[in-house]
């Protein structure tokens, strides 16, 4: 028996370990070894024989084919993510550019919302269901979709208990409950939000790997989000070339984010021109898809109105100077006085925490500091 063949080359049609060929008459059957498919074997034994030889060529190329998946699907953005009427996609982030309607479970971009309101309609702009217009009602909506077994109401029902929102007492525990339910039903929204519940340690052990597969199927399924933090992972871990390939794609379905952090790893010299100049290219004709008269109409109409009042993101300081104190608003609502006996001259120092990892969840830190010297006079 010759010991000379190139055993461990795939596109030899002999088994790997002892070179044996298949034969006309059919006696000896090759069969791919089943996590890599680079080799082939005549036979078990073979294949055990094999095995400590084979092992760190199979498992790099298992390792390979897994990236090949990751980086080629999900670059379309999921049905969820457009809006039923005009059918475009909602730019990003969607929270900013749609309403959720808890009639019909919907997304309907501001443009078709505001044709809608213009047309004097003030019911669903999809369903035509009358809108509640108090959380008891809104949360009665979304319940009866629950009971249905609607995904997008498991999810929403579970974002009103991580959040603590329509009246509910904030459960975390029963948000991630909500969240595996709903992802298991087939929401992606849901999944990315498990995502998030474990990379934050909120209503479950804080665990980066699950957090990772999480983002990983939804990013898979197109989710731009789970693309981005999936690309901030990588670069956590100093892998700058796989954070550059996730957030190019995230950048062409239109995430600003991602562009952003291209362009700061192209400055840092860990990414390229060229990188940069095709996330700018492909988030601008993302940008530009996603217009219409409409909505760029919508936009100028909320930027007229004072474009940070009623934004979840945003928080109001309020400072009364009759009784010393600084309070603390959001969505209108007082959430408490954060420095009292205030008198006399201060200076405050504003830090903002983003890492940029997180599309919606940066701090700010409001701190008493000394005063600057004053270089003026
Ligand atoms: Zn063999
Ligand atoms: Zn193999
Ligand atoms: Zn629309
Ligand atoms: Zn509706």
Redesign the pocket.
């Known amino acids: 028996m010759s010991r000379c063949i190139a055993v461990d080359d795939g596109s030899a049609g002999v088994c790997a370990n002892c070179g044996k060929g298949s034969d006309a008459a059919g006696t000896v059957k090759l069969r ?8 082939k074997y005549c036979g078990v034994d073979c294949q055990r024989a094999h095995r400590k030889q ?2 760190k ?3 790099q ?2 390792a390979e084919l897994k990236d090949e998946q990751l980086y080629s699907q999900g670059h379309e953005r999921p049905e969820g993510d457009f809006c039923p009427i005009c059918t475009l996609p909602i730019p990003l982030p969607m929270r900013e550019h749609s309403v959720f309607m808890e009639c019909c479970m919907k997304r309907i971009c501001n443009g078709c919302a505001m044709a809608s309101f213009k047309r004097g309609m003030s019911d669903c702009a999809f369903c035509r269901t009358t809108t509640a217009d108090n959380e008891a009602d809104t949360l009665a909506m979304i319940q009866t979709r629950v009971a249905k077994k609607d995904p997008v109401a498991i999810n929403n029902l579970g974002n009103s208990y991580f959040r603590g929102g329509l009246g509910l007492q904030k459960d975390m525990r029963g948000a991630v409950e909500l969240y595996t339910e709903a992802a298991e039903l087939g929401s992606i929204e849901a999944l990315y939000n498990l995502g998030n519940a474990y990379d934050l340690g909120k209503g479950v052990q804080q665990d980066m790997a699950k957090a990772v597969e999480f983002w990983t199927k939804a990013a898979m399924e197109g989710h731009a989000g789970s693309r981005h933090n999936l690309g901030c992972i990588e670069a956590e871990r100093g892998n700058y070339n796989r954070a550059v390939i996730h957030w190019l794609i995230s950048a062409k379905m239109g995430a600003k984010d991602s562009v952003e952090n291209i362009k700061r790893a192209f400055m840092e010299g860990v990414g390229t021109k060229e990188q940069y100049a095709e996330a700018l290219k492909g988030y601008q004709d993302a940008v530009e898809e996603m217009k219409s008269h409409d909505r760029d109409e919508a936009s100028a109409l909320r930027r007229s109105r004072g474009a940070l009042e009623g934004q979840e993101k945003v928080a109001g300081l309020l400072l009364d100077l009759d009784e010393g104190t600084l309070a603390v608003y959001k969505n209108g609502k007082r959430l408490g006085v954060m420095q009292k006996g205030l008198s006399g001259e201060y200076c405050w120092m504003i830090q903002v925490d983003n890492t940029g990892r997180h599309m919606c969840s940066f701090q700010v830190l409001v701190e008493k500091a000394t005063m600057p010297a004053d270089t003026c006079e």
């Open positions: 791919n070894c089943n996590a890599c498919r680079l080799v084979h092992k060529a199979c498992k190329r298992v």
